[in-house]
C-alpha cells in the first residue's frame, strides 16, 4: 500500500527537487532501526521529523510508537501520530523555550531522512535571520545540515539517532561547526558512506552516508566505518555482512592546528600520521590570482599585444603540461583600478613561475605555470627550478590524489586553502631527483591524460619504495584512485 501510494505521487508530479524528496530505500530503514534498538532496545517513542510516507517509521517494531512530523501530509501509514507542521519551527520553538507551539515528543530514538536540497532553498533564505539566530550562523548553507543541527540539539541524552543524511559536512569546510557539534553532543557508533546510485532510480546522483549516534558522550567509543561502496548492491552486502573498520573515537577526524575536524573514512594510519608532516603552504606560496568577473571580455584564445599574457586557470585533467586556457587583457593591472570586480590578487607573485592545480572536478591533478603567465582563482604554488619537478610529481601521484579527496575534501573545490594544507613527506634527496626526472619527462612529451597515468604509475612505485608504504595502504590508495568519482 505504502508503495503503491509513493509511486502514485511521483506520479503525480512530486517536485523532488523543490521537496528535496527521496523515498529511503526499505534495506536502509532497516539496518538503521536494527542499529537504534541495539542501542535503545527499551525504546518507547520513536520520531521522524520529516517523516513523508513513512518510510523509516515502518521499520520500526510494534512495541515502539511511532510519530512523524512533515510539512507535507502524506498519509505516513506507518505512524501512531502524525505532526503536520514544520520541524524546524517546532525544534526552534524548543530551543528558545518558546509556550507557543506544540511541544516536541520526547524521543527515545529519532531516525530520519532530511531533506536533501543542497543548495540554501526558498525556506532558507525566507527565514535566515532566525534559523541563524536559534540554530547558529553556520547551520544555513543547506535543509540538511539545518535538519542535523536541530535534530541534534533538541535531543535528550541518551537519545538514540540514526540518519541517513547528505554527506558533504563530513569534510566540507562550511560544516566545521557542525562536524564540531557531532564530536560534541555525540556519541558516534557508525559511519558509512553509500554509494551515489543510491537515490539515483528516483532521479539524484547525491553522496549520503548512514550514520548513528547517541546524543550525550560517555567514553571513547569504537567507531565502525565503511568507505563508498560501488553500488546499491555492494552497500546492502557490507551492512549486512558487517564489513565494518574499527576506529578509535579519537582517530576518527584530523586533529592538527591546520585542520578542521574533517571525519576520516578508511584512511590507513600510516596516511593519517603524513598530516604531522609540513604542509605545502609552510613551505611555498599557495595562492590565488586573477578573477576578471568577465572572462570572455578580458580573456582571449588567442595571443596579440593587447592580450599578451597566458592565463591558467584550471589544468583540470591535463597534468604535468598544460597549454594556457586563454590570453590575459595586458593592461589588466590598470583596469583592475577601474572596475571593482576585476580583482588581481598577491600581486607581488605576479608572472612567477610555479604550478597551477586543478580546482574544479574530482580528479585532483598539477601542471607547469611557466614564467612570465597570469593565472586565476584555482590554486597556484610559487616554486622555482629547483623544487618545482619533484613537487610536480608528488602533486599528480595517487598518493597525494588519495590525500587531498579521500581525506582533506570529498567534496567541492579545491581551493588554494586546501591545497595549502597537503602534507609533504620526507621524502629522500635521491627519490626527488628521481621524481624529477619522471615528471620533466612528461612535460617534455606534452603527455595526454591518458598517457600522464603511465607516469604517475611509475611516480607511484618510487613514493611507495621511498616512503616505505605499506602493501595494505598502497592497495587501498589504488583501490580508492581506480574510480575517484565513484569513491570520493
Ligand atoms: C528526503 S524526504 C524523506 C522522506 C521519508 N522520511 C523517507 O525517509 O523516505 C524529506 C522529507 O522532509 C520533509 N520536509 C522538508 N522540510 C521540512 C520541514 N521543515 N519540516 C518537516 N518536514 C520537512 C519533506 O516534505 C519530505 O517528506
Request: charged share 25%; hydrophobic share 40%.
Amino acid at each position: 500500500m505504502g508503495r503503491n501510494l509513493k509511486r502514485v505521487i511521483a506520479d503525480e508530479g512530486l517536485d523532488r527537487r523543490a521537496t528535496g524528496y527521496y523515498s529511503t530505500p526499505s534495506f536502509v530503514s532497516d539496518y538503521i532501526a536494527k542499529r537504534l534498538y541495539q542501542i535503545r532496545s527499551d525504546a518507547k517513542i520513536a520520531l521522524d521529523p520529516c517523516v513523508g510516507m513513512g518510510e523509516m517509521t515502518s521499520a520500526l517494531g510494534r512495541e515502539t510508537k511511532k510519530i512523524g512530523i512533515d510539512i507535507l501530509d502524506m498519509n505516513p501509514l506507518s505512524v501512531d501520530e502524525f505532526i503536520n507542521e514544520d520541524f524546524l519551527e517546532l525544534a526552534g520553538n524548543e530551543l528558545v523555550g518558546s509556550l507557543f507551539g506544540q511541544p516536541l515528543p520526547n524521543a527515545d530514538i529519532i531516525i530520519a531522512n532530511p531533506p536533501y536540497n543542497c543548495h540554501e532553498t526558498e525556506y532558507i533564505r525566507k527565514n535566515k535571520k532566525r534559523l541563524q539566530e536559534i540554530f547558529g550562523k553556520h547551520t544555513t548553507l543547506n535543509m540538511y545540515s539545518l535538519f542535523l543541527s536541530a535534530i541534534i540539539r533538541v535531543a535528550k541524552p541518551n537519545t538514540a539517532i540514526g540518519l541517513i543524511v547528505h554527506d558533504s559536512f563530513l569534510t566540507a569546510r562550511g560544516h566545521e561547526a557542525l562536524r564540531k557539534l557531532i564530536l560534541s553532543e555525540c556519541e558516534i557508533h557508525y559511519l558509512h558512506l553509500c554509494p551515489s546510485d543510491l537515490f539515483r532510480n528516483q532521479g539524484a546522483d547525491v553522496r549520503t552516508c548512514i550514520l548513528i549516534l547517541t546524543k550525550g558522550i560517555k567514553k571513547n567509543n569504537e567507531v565502525f566505518i565503511s568507505p563508498r561502496p560501488s553500488s546499491k548492491e555492494e552497500l546492502q552486502r557490507i551492512l549486512t555482512v558487517g564489513e565494518f573498520q574499527s576506529v578509535a573515537r579519537d582517530k576518527l577526524c584530523l586533529i592538527g592546528d591546520a585542520d578542521r575536524s574533517e571525519f576520516l573514512i578508511n584512511a590507513p594510519p600510516e596516511l593519517i600520521e603524513l598530516f604531522s608532516e609540513p604542509r605545502l603552504g609552510e613551505m611555498f606560496p599557495c595562492i590565488t590570482g586573477i578573477s576578471t568577473g568577465f572572462d570572455k571580455k578580458y580573456i582571449s584564445k588567442t595571443q596579440s599585444e593587447e592580450f599578451a599574457y597566458p592565463f591558467y586557470k584550471n589544468p583540470g585533467s591535463r597534468r604535468f603540461f598544460s597549454n594556457p586556457d586563454g590570453y590575459m587583457v595586458s593592461k589588466f593591472l590598470d583596469i583592475s583600478k577601474v572596475i571593482p570586480n576585476f580583482i588581481v590578487r598577491n600581486k607581488n607573485y605576479l608572472f612567477k613561475e610555479g604550478i597551477s592545480c586543478s580546482s574544479m572536478g574530482v580528479a585532483f591533478g598539477a601542471a607547469i605555470l611557466p614564467k612570465d603567465a597570469t593565472f586565476g582563482v584555482n590554486a597556484n604554488i610559487i616554486v622555482d627550478e629547483s623544487e618545482k619537478w619533484w613537487l610536480l610529481a608528488y602533486l599528480n601521484s595517487s598518493l597525494c590524489t588519495y590525500l587531498v579527496r579521500s581525506i582533506l575534501l570529498r567534496s567541492n573545490m579545491i581551493t588554494a586553502g586546501y591545497v595549502s594544507r597537503i602534507p609533504l613527506p620526507n621524502i629522500s634527496a635521491s627519490t626527488r631527483t628521481e621524481l624529477a626526472g619522471l615528471s620533466k619527462k612528461a612535460y617534455n612529451e606534452k603527455v595526454s591524460p591518458k598517457e600522464a597515468t603511465l607516469y604517475i604509475r611509475s611516480i607511484d612505485q618510487v613514493l611507495f619504495r621511498d616512503l616505505s608504504i605499506s602493501e595494505d595502504t598502497q592497495n587501498e590508495i589504488h583501490r580508492f584512485c581506480s574510480d575517484v568519482i565513484k569513491n570520493t
